[in-house]
């Protein structure tokens, strides 16, 4: 298997409602709008990848579900490589995402007995790939693959969106970690501490900051990037897409900053449509907007 990215991690199935407000105690509420689609981030970034033109696997786990069949076709339509998904008996992940016009929104997330991969479960040998995304929710098949990596020197990238066992134990061991304000807040209070202790202990920290852009740190060097105006519908799978994208800008080899641009873009067009699935871009619909951003 020789591709340009593999995402290891989690994959879920959302149900996606579109209300005018968030729901109080006990009130009942008509949605506007429903999607399903699937999500997760190592999910939503491998078709990100896919879809912007590039060759993409994704690793984890899908129940053997109606919702892990029908993201398991969603992820073969979209062109990526499911030879590497482990089909069981336990339920597939699901997230109940609830989006308020002004594109903000709350999810709850439903994972039932479904426990992360054993450390064997998945055969990696075969894969050839010029870059690996993980995003910390498979921890045990995800560290020895890590280590495999950097012994072959291929670039390796953590999406860390929060605290927790999987991003600690992989945070300090990737190339890039590209984390967002919540881990941020979570692990020093707020970004720019944050960005100055990881700094410390990474050679390249990024951390996304959602409508204000970015912050990132690479050695001694360190800069800030405003995000792409859009009209934001959904912000669900922005981050996701972000890294995604930003996977394969490395896989590019394109420069520094054209790499936090490409990714950037493709984060924000994905906020201008429900669900994450259906916001992430095409390479069309990418390089139109890179070229000509609103």
């Known amino acids: 298997m ?30 506007e709008d429903f999607l399903g689609c699937g999500g997760g981030p190592a999910a939503n970034a491998a078709v990100t990848v896919s879809k912007l033109g590039f060759k993409s696997a994704f690793a984890g786990y899908l129940g053997q579900d109606i919702y892990g069949e029908k993201h398991y076709q969603e992820l073969l339509e979209s062109g990526v490589n499911t030879s590497l998904i482990i089909r069981g008996t336990s339920p597939t992940p699901l ?9 903000n929104r709350a999810l709850i997330n439903y994972k039932g007995k479904t426990r992360a ?13 010029k870059v690996v995304l993980f995003d910390g929710h498979e921890p045990h098949i995800s560290l020895p693959l890590l280590k495999q ?23 300090n061991e990737v190339d890039y970690l590209v984390c967002s304000e919540k881990f941020a807040v979570q692990f020093a209070g707020n970004e720019v501490k944050a960005l100055a202790r990881l700094a410390q202990l990474l050679k390249t920290v990024v951390i996304t900051l959602g409508e204000k852009g970015l ?80």
């Open 2 to 31: 020789n591709i340009d990215v593999l995402s290891v991690g989690h994959a879920s199935y959302d149900l996606v409602f579109s209300v005018d407000h968030h729901p109080k105690a006990d009130e009942k509420i008509v949605a």
């Open 95 to 103: 997230s109940t995402i609830i989006v308020k016009p002004n594109g």
């Open 117 to 129: 991969l054993p450390c064997q479960a998945i055969d990696f040998s075969s894969v050839t790939a």
């Open 149 to 171: 990596l950097q012994q072959q020197g291929i670039p390796t990238i953590l999406d860390a969106g929060s605290v927790h066992e999987g991003t600690v134990a992989l945070m």
């Open 215 to 294: 912050i990132w740190q690479r050695g001694q060097d360190s800069g800030n990037l405003p995000a792409f105006k859009v009209n934001a519908i959904d912000t669900t799978g922005a981050g996701d897409a972000f890294h995604g994208a930003f996977a394969a800008a490395i896989a590019s080899e394109l420069t520094w900053n054209e790499a936090l641009r490409y990714a950037s873009a493709a984060g924000a067009l994905c906020c201008t449509k429900i669900g994450a699935r259906t916001g992430i871009p095409s390479k069309l619909e990418h390089e139109i907007f890179l070229n000509n951003p609103l």
